[in-house]
Structures are given as C-alpha cells and as structure tokens.
C-alpha cells in the first residue's frame, strides 16, 4: 500500500480549524487509512489501493472535513466552458486508444505546492494507473504549449525531442532503450510499430505517454498559472476518473478548472465531467448486514459525513471515488460514519464447532504438490473483461454479463481461468522465464435451472511459459498431479478454439468430463503478445469432489 508524506500545515489550512495532533491521531485512522505519524510539519498515511482520491492533502483535507462534520455533504465543483480542443488521431487506436484531459487556471504555485502535485502524480502512477500500465498522466505548463494539441501516433524513428533531465534530443526508439526512465517504462511500448504522442500546434512534442515528458514543454514552475492535464490508456471511464482527481485536488490548491473537448474520429466528448453518479440503497440490506436500526434520515446524516449526499432515496457519489461498485461499499461508510466503537458486541445465539471445509482442505493438498513442482501460485479476480474470456482466446462463449458495469475491463463473470493466467503473462512479459503458473478460482456458467440462472463452479488452472513449452510438459504435471492425489485419468482427442488441434484432449475420471489439456493456439498468443510458446491444463474441482471420484 501506497505511504504519502503529506504538508500538516496545509491540511490544516484547507481544514480551516485548528485541530491537535491528538485528535488528528484519532480521526485519520477512523476513515479507513492507517497512520503512520504526524511530525511537526508532515502527516505520513498509508493509503489503501481502493481509495487513491486520498493520496493528496486536498484529497485527505477533503475527506477529513466531512468526516469531522466542518462541511458535510457532496463538494461542488465549477467547470468553466472553453473552446480548447485535443485531437484524437485514429493511429493511436491500436496502442493507447483514448485520453481524457483538462485545463487548470489561475494557480499559484510555490515549490510546496509543486512537490504536491508531483506526488500525486507518482502515487496514482503507482496505484490507480498500475504502474502506468492502466493509464498515464501528464501534467503541462499551458503558457508553453500552442492550442488545439493533437493525440497521435508516429512511428518510433519519427519520434524526436528533448525528454525531461537530458541534455539533447532523442528519437521514440533512443528513449525507451537509453533514457532511466525509458528502461524502466519501455516495456508497455514493446513491439508497438507505432509510438503515442501529444503534440500541439507549433509541432513541438509535448510528451510520449506513457513514458515521459518533454524538456521544452513538459516541466512545470514556480511562474507555472495555468497547465494542460492529460491522462492517457485503454479504458475512458478509467482515464476520466483518474482526471477527477487530480482536477478536483488543484481545485483545492486554489486552480479554476476549464473543460477540454475532445475530438475522436468517430465522436465529440468533453472532459471533466463532474457529475455525481447516482446509486439506489436499500435500508433494509443496511441495516441487516451492520445489525443496526437506522432510520432513513440517519442514514442521510452518515452518509454526508463520508461526502456523500443523499436525495431522492438515491446517493449522489463524487467523481473522484473509485471504490463505488455495490451497496455494501455505502455499508462501509456507513460503518465508518458511525463509528466501530459504537457498535454492541453480542455473543452469536447458535453453537456451532467450526471444521475446515472439505474443498479447502483439497486445494491446500493441490498447492502443496503443484508447488513441489516449482510452479508459482497466482490469485486472479472473478469479473473481468469479455475481450480476454472471448475476443482474445478465440471463443463464443455464453457469458455472464455485469448490468452495472463500470469499466470494460471488468464487465462479466468469468466462464474459465485460462485466460486471467495469460492475461498475467501478457503483464510480466518484461521479467524473466520461465513463468508456470497455477490458480485457483470461482467460475460462473448459465443456468436455468437455478434461483440466480447462474452456477458456480470451483475451477484450477495451470499454465506452463518457456521455450521448451509444450503437450508432453504439461501433461508430465497432469500425471504427477493425479498421482499424488490417488486419481486415475483419461485423454480423448477434441478440438477447442484456443488450443492447437492434435495437442488437445479433454481429461476424464471414471468417464466423467473434468478438465482439458493443451497447447496454446499461436493466435491467442498473439492477441496476447505473447512470444514464447504456453501449454495449459484447466480442471473442474466442484465436478471432482461433487462426484466423489
């Protein structure tokens, strides 16, 4: 988790109440962050990765002002209109296909305030943009920079300036090889015939995202009053969100924030966009999950402690928070606003004797021989994009779709785990072979015939990366595997879409279907860039036990 060492002097002044150190001790904790210390001038919080809105001392200072009842409720922001432009080139479809940007005015910046903005940058780099490989951000001075700015793609030799700390030019090749920052970053750009840039108007090149900025137009100063933000990557709503953070911290900073429009080939879209999203709740499942009796105007009054506000039995939820996705995050909050200490402990009115569950307890067994054999567990979440369990492993597979989803990356239950394996080699491309893998997880088929039309399967996955990579390897692994658990297996010969034909076969236990076994297609390989060669073995554990074979 992300530690920020945020200016004391300057929560306190947005805060704008003296409060102790005590009292800060406190309350920092109470909203979910833990405090590491307070010093004369710094307050040092660890951040948890679901509330990255957090990682500045606006951000903090917003929060704490709520949850100290100094303003309650949703804070408003004003957008002002422009004419400002960014255009979006249809080259960069292929390597970071959308951007989503802003223009901040009237800031009044000193060498504190810019090492706040940096950091901010740096903590959602390394939180909420993952390392750059969600998202990239880039923060301009706008007295240096000729409007309307172009989002294009060139290729890598076509590629020249100055990057930030270096002495000369350098092309889009030189800078991801030879440049700290390029060696570091360079992998997100591997093998892309293509580059992406923002350039404006006098053909100066304002940066090459996700990597870095230019000399000439990229660093801002002390005589900085107004910068361009742009944040650059694969999913919209996740490049908007981003933006309402840190648009919204340098509101706080004192800044007057102006809309950008953006103008894609095929459509016209402005950004920010600070609209609360509105979310129905339910008191009932309030009050049954944290065992309470609130009333509806008590629940309105926790709710505006955390930032919220509540009208219409609707929650209006700010721009900037990303950790919004079922009712039971409100429960949280709710929790928080009213205070863990305030909750009744009860002794359960059931006896029961706990036992571990029999599916646990064949897991660990699989783990341990699986980690005999040198390969590494991984854990891999249930919703994910319809893109990875479809599009890029070749398939048509009846999926169950999210009706609420927030991103396309996570957009549907998964139907099997393959797929979230390679997604992690496609991610580790740039550490060293080999990467054999294996995970467990939950997966989700349709189904009629239950109350939820959904049935859950408990799954294994495990997957082999290195040049020597193929049937015979794998199934080494499947004859140890069932060795070492006492089971007796089959092969039959079956075609799959992602696996290569003739080095395919279903696994079957006393003829009951219960897993596949092959080689990875090249095809898949490649939607997944992906260049050495991956064999994989998926198996039913619920059919397994459920069936006692």
């Known amino acids: 988790m992300p530690t920020v060492n945020l200016n004391k002097k300057e929560v306190l002044k947005l805060l704008e109440r ?33 509330r990255p809105d957090l990682l500045s001392e606006q951000g903090l200072a917003r929060a704490l002002s709520s949850f100290l009842e100094i303003k309650t409720g949703l804070k408003q922001y004003t957008i002002n209109k ?3 432009q960014v255009i979006i080139k249809d080259s960069v479809s292929k390597v970071r296909p959308y951007t989503a940007c802003a223009v901040i005015k009237n800031l009044k910046l000193n060498d504190e305030k810019i090492k706040q903005i940096i950091q901010i940058q740096e903590k959602l780099h390394t939180t909420y ?22 989002y294009e793609a060139r290729k890598p030799k076509d590629i020249l300036f100055q990057p930030l700390d270096f002495p000369g030019k350098m092309t889009g090749e030189q800078i991801v090889t030879r440049h700290k920052i390029g060696k570091e970053y360079g992998h997100l750009l591997k093998d892309k015939p293509l580059y992406p840039i923002f350039i404006d108007s006098n053909n100066e090149i304002l940066s090459l995202p996700p990597i870095i900025n230019s000399e000439n137009t990229g660093r801002i100063t002390e005589k ?48 920010p966009n600070l609209e609360p999203s509105k979310y129905k709740i339910d ?12 009333k509806e105007n008590e629940v309105k009054i926790l709710l505006e402690k955390m930032g919220y506000d509540y009208k219409n039995k609707q929650v209006l939820v700010p721009a900037y928070r990303a ?33 571990e569950n029999k599916l646990e307890i064949f897991k660990n067994k699989i783990a341990d021989i699986l980690i005999g054999l040198n390969l590494l567990e991984v854990h891999t979440y249930n919703i994910v994009s319809e893109d990875d369990q479809n599009k890029k492993m070749n398939c048509s597979l009846e999926l169950v779709k999210l009706s609420n989803a927030l991103s396309s990356e996570y957009n549907v239950l998964r139907s099997w785990i393959t797929p979230s394996l390679i997604r992690i080699l496609e991610e580790n491309k740039h550490h060293e072979y080999p990467q054999n893998l294996f995970g467990f997880g939950r997966i989700f088929q349709k ?14 996955s495990i997957i082999l990366c290195e040049k020597d990579s193929n049937f015979t390897k794998i199934k080494q692994i499947l004859e140890e595997l069932t060795y ?35 080689e990875v297609h090249p095809l898949v390989l490649n939607n997944f860039k992906i260049e050495l060669p991956v064999s994989i073995i998926e198996l039913n554990l619920s059919e397994i036990l459920n069936n006692d074979l």
């Open 447 to 460: 189904d009629n015939s239950t109350e939820t039309k959904v049935k859950e399967y408990e799954r294994l």
């Open 323 to 355: 950790d919004i996705m079922h009712q039971i995050d409100f429960v949280e909050d709710i929790a928080i606003a009213y205070g863990y200490y305030n909750f009744k402990e009860e002794i359960p009115k059931v006896a029961t004797i706990a036992k």
């Open 224 to 271: 900085t009053k107004d910068v361009f933000i742009e944040f650059s990557g694969f999913d919209f709503e996740v490049l908007s969100l981003g933006l309402n953070m840190i648009v919204t911290a340098l509101a706080d900073m004192g800044g007057e924030i102006y809309e950008m429009n953006l103008i894609y080939p095929d459509k016209k879209l402005k950004t």
């Open 484 to 518: 070492a658990l006492d089971l007796k297996y089959t092969l039959e010969k079956i075609k799959h879409p992602s696996l290569i034909e003739g080095r395919t076969a279903r696994i079957k236990i006393n003829n009951k279907k219960i897993g596949y076994i092959g």
């Open 82 to 84: 422009s004419d400002y």
């Open 283 to 294: 008191l009932n499942y309030i009050n049954k999950i944290l065992g309470l009796v609130l």
């Open 129 to 150: 943009c993952r390392n750059r490989k969600k998202a990239a951000i880039g923060i301009y001075p706008l007295e240096n920079i000729k409007l309307p700015i172009t």
């Open 18 to 50: 003296k409060i102790s150190d005590e009292e800060l001790k406190e309350k920092i904790p109470m909203l979910g962050t833990d405090l590491e210390e307070i010093t004369k001038d710094e307050i040092k919080v660890e951040i948890f990765p679901n």
